[in-house]
T-cell receptor, first 114, second 115 residues
Framework: DTAVSQTPKYLVTQMGNDKSIKCEQN?????MYWYKQDSKKFLKIMFS???????INETVPNRFSPKSPDKAHLNLHINSLELGDSAVYFC?????????????FGPGTRLLVL | AQTVTQSQPEMSVQEAETVTLSCTYD???????LFWYKQPPSRQMILVIR??????QNATENRFSVNFQKAAKSFSLKISDSQLGDTAMYFC????????????FGKGTKLTVNP
């Protein structure tokens, strides 16, 4: 009965490869997010979707492409991986309604680019 | 743009004692939320407590309470009766009111509870 789940939990790959991370939430929330946590533990928003529509895109290289097939899923595809993409990527969701701003996080995906 | 500052990169406390983690933020908005998230070594981000800016009463959750000073833009977290399981990174975060707003995080405070 996991609320926000991500797959895979760990991803080790070579520079130049393309990879995807999947996220699913079973909370019935309307909004989903991707955050990146760098090696210094700093967390920063990358994207958010509300009901399958992109609403936040924070100066992220266009090698990163989010896709939301339905409001319960938000996937992150990364092309031509670079060393600097190594990080932990967190998916989160929230109801998407005023006065219900709390975000619930998935377990994170640790990406290591060699 | 909103910013969140946590000035204490690391702190330690003895088991059963009380510790306070500091957080300040900057915004020109009036309607917003503040949060404390905990990240233990397992990496999971866990919500500890949240505060609505329009509420003057400080939020409390069991051993966790906040001191919210809106005019000073300060939002500190007090942990009472510290337990070994409280050892974690603690992140202060800000969100505008609106339902689908992003979280803006501070850089975190690493808290160690010593036996």
């Amino acid at each position: 009965d996991t609320a926000v789940s991500q797959t895979p939990k760990y991803l080790v790959t070579q520079m130049g490869n393309d990879k995807s991370i999947k996220c699913e939430q079973n909370l019935g929330h309307d909004t989903m997010y991707w955050y990146k946590q760098d090696s210094k533990k700093f967390l920063k928003i990358m994207f958010s979707y509300n009901n399958k529509e992109l609403i936040i895109n924070e100066t992220v290289p266009n090698r990163f492409s989010p896709k939301s097939p339905d409001k319960a899923h938000l996937n992150l595809h990364i092309n031509s991986l670079e060393l600097g993409d190594s990080a932990v990527y967190f998916c989160a969701s929230s109801p998407g309604k005023t006065y219900q701003e709390t975000q619930y996080f998935g377990p994170g995906t640790r990406l290591l680019v060699l | 743009a909103q910013t969140v500052t946590q000035s204490q990169p690391e702190m330690s406390v003895q088991e059963a004692e009380t510790v306070t983690l500091s957080c300040t933020y900057d915004t020109s908005e009036n309607n917003y939320y503040l949060f404390w998230y905990k990240q233990p070594p397992s990496r999971q981000m866990i919500l500890v407590i949240r505060q609505e800016a329009y509420k003057q009463q400080n939020a409390t959750e069991n051993r966790f309470s906040v001191n919210f000073q809106k005019a000073a833009k300060s939002f500190s977290l007090k942990i009472s009766d510290s337990q070994l399981g409280d050892t974690a990174m603690y992140f202060c975060a800000f969100s505008l009111r609106g339902g689908s707003e992003k979280l803006v995080f501070g850089k975190g405070t690493k808290l160690t509870v010593n036996p």
